[in-house]
């Protein structure tokens, strides 16, 4: 099964960090992407342009530059890569994470034997050294389970997935949700009945820590995590009563004390 790498990156990321995501989907793979397509989101530094153009002499047609005049940020920059896409079949990827050796050949697998639409895993968080795993994001197996979490939390893993295309698209492609453009698109694909999996262990590492936590934090995302739960409430997604839950739980895990913050996200990862 033919399938293609959808990436995008911008200005902050760290050359360093892209090149060894380079090392991790091409050279370190059991099966190799047909083609990466690579989304730059705006003007970058010259130390980006240049790690780009060094894959790119080495990749030659198999690294697709889509080049966007400005920042629009991930949602629209990966609907823009979506459609430079070759084939149906999608994995995504962050410019600054490590795939592991064969994570696009378990997930082809899983399409090759399954009825499936999409298909994530979970992920390995490090900081630093990447040999050095502090925490696990698990994410539930079955369709049925996939649901019943999303209810509550992401049951995807957006640095791991692998989706139709044509699924994407059917569910209305990526929407702007500050904070959760990569969870809307879930809902809105489970409720155009495309059917879920997630293989049960690691198949990505990615960076995580204090900055990562920074982001997540603050009433400022806490606003626009209400905006997110009063959509799906919208939707019919969740019941009133999960909504004034969820809101409950996610609003305090914002506004506390970041150590707090911090026993709360390491108490869900383990």
Not at 109 to 133: L, P
Not at 210 to 236: D, I, N, V
Request: with cysteine.
């Amino acid at each position: 099964m033919k399938f293609s790498l959808l990436m995008s990156i911008y200005h902050k990321e760290d050359p360093a960090y892209f090149d060894r995501c380079m090392h991790s989907v091409w050279e370190e793979q059991s099966v190799r992407p047909d083609e990466i397509v690579l989304v730059q989101d705006g003007p970058l530094t010259n130390p980006l342009y240049r790690m780009i153009t060094q894959w790119k002499e080495r990749l030659g047609e198999a690294l697709v530059i889509v080049a966007l005049e400005k920042n629009v940020g991930l949602g629209e920059a990966l609907n823009t890569g979506l459609l430079r896409c070759r084939h149906d079949l999608v994995a995504r990827m962050d410019t600054d994470d490590i795939a592991l050796e064969d994570r696009f050949a378990r997930q082809l697998t899983c399409f090759e034997t399954q009825k499936i639409d999409i298909c994530s895993a979970w992920v390995g968080e490090f900081s630093g050294d990447e040999s050095q795993i502090v925490s696990y994001r698990r994410v539930p197996r079955t369709h049925s389970e996939i649901i019943t979490f999303a209810k509550k939390r992401n049951p995807i893993n957006h640095p791991a997935v692998m989706y139709k295309k044509s699924k994407i698209l059917e569910a209305g492609g990526y929407k702007t949700m500050t904070g959760f453009e990569d969870y809307y698109l879930w809902v809105r694909m489970i409720l155009s009945h495309a059917l879920f999996y997630n293989i049960q262990e690691p198949l990505v590492n990615m960076r995580a820590g204090e900055a990562q936590l920074k982001r997540r934090r603050g009433f400022a995302y806490a606003g626009h995590e209400f905006a997110f739960q009063k959509k799906l409430l919208s939707l019919g997604f969740i019941t009133r009563m999960e909504f004034l839950k969820n809101i409950t739980i996610r609003f305090t895990a914002r506004v506390v004390p970041p150590a707090l913050t911090r026993s709360i996200y390491t108490h869900l990862r383990h």
